[in-house]
């Protein structure tokens, strides 16, 4: 699967930011990359600040850099590979790009429940998906509350659970302003962490 020659591209990120490597099928335009980037780079200094263990440090930065892989494709395409009709396609992302990392042979769970719910979360988390989550809501790159996220992102490796509680709670907030839709996902994960 690939993008149109026009539209989001399949190889490497080359601009200002450091190279992301995708899976061939992404479809990822240079913008998506970047983004990419940047949460790889967030997950990559909360890991060496916490000194998380080489093994669980892969899996946070091999989430990060999957988790938005699929991010631009079309619609019809994402349905085709989740089966889902939901009519906001723009919580399929994540669950087409865990199949498609699963069919390639990644069996790491932790890594894949994080790609797959990192839309909407996940009760079921551990340390993998909580951090994915936090570094895709607070990379500095995002245009909005900026001195409020980018406390937050330093708060992460003294308090990574209460950090996490906030994003959450932060995240369910704006949604309900916003009057945007409330998962099933989204409302199991604030009443684990309240």
Do not use: C
Not at 175 to 181: E, H, P, Y
Request: proline content about 6%; hydrophobic content about 45%; charged content about 25%.
């Amino acid at each position: 699967m690939t993008g149109p020659a026009t539209g989001p591209t399949t190889g490497p990120a080359t601009s200002g930011v450091a190279t992301v490597e995708l899976p061939p099928w992404a479809i990822a335009s240079e913008k998506r990359r970047e983004h990419i980037a940047r949460v790889m780079a967030l997950i990559d200094h909360w890991a060496a600040a916490m000194r998380v263990a080489p093994a669980e440090r892969d899996a946070w930065r091999d989430a990060a850099r999957w988790h938005d892989a699929l991010r631009d494709a079309p619609a019809e395409i994402l349905r085709d590979l989740t089966g889902e009709m939901r009519p906001d396609a723009g919580v399929l992302h994540g669950p087409a790009a865990a199949l498609r990392l699963a069919t390639d042979g990644e069996h790491r769970a932790d890594v894949l429940d994080a790609v797959r719910w990192h839309t909407l979360g996940s009760a079921g988390w551990g340390r993998t998906g909580r951090a994915l989550y936090m570094a895709d809501f607070l990379e500095p790159g995002r245009a909005f509350a900026h001195a409020d996220r980018a406390y937050l992102a330093r708060q992460v490796p003294a308090d990574f659970d209460g950090t996490f509680r906030q994003v959450v709670r932060i995240r369910l907030e704006w949604a309900l302003r916003d009057g945007n839709q409330l998962f099933s996902e989204t409302v199991a994960l604030w009443n684990a962490v309240r």
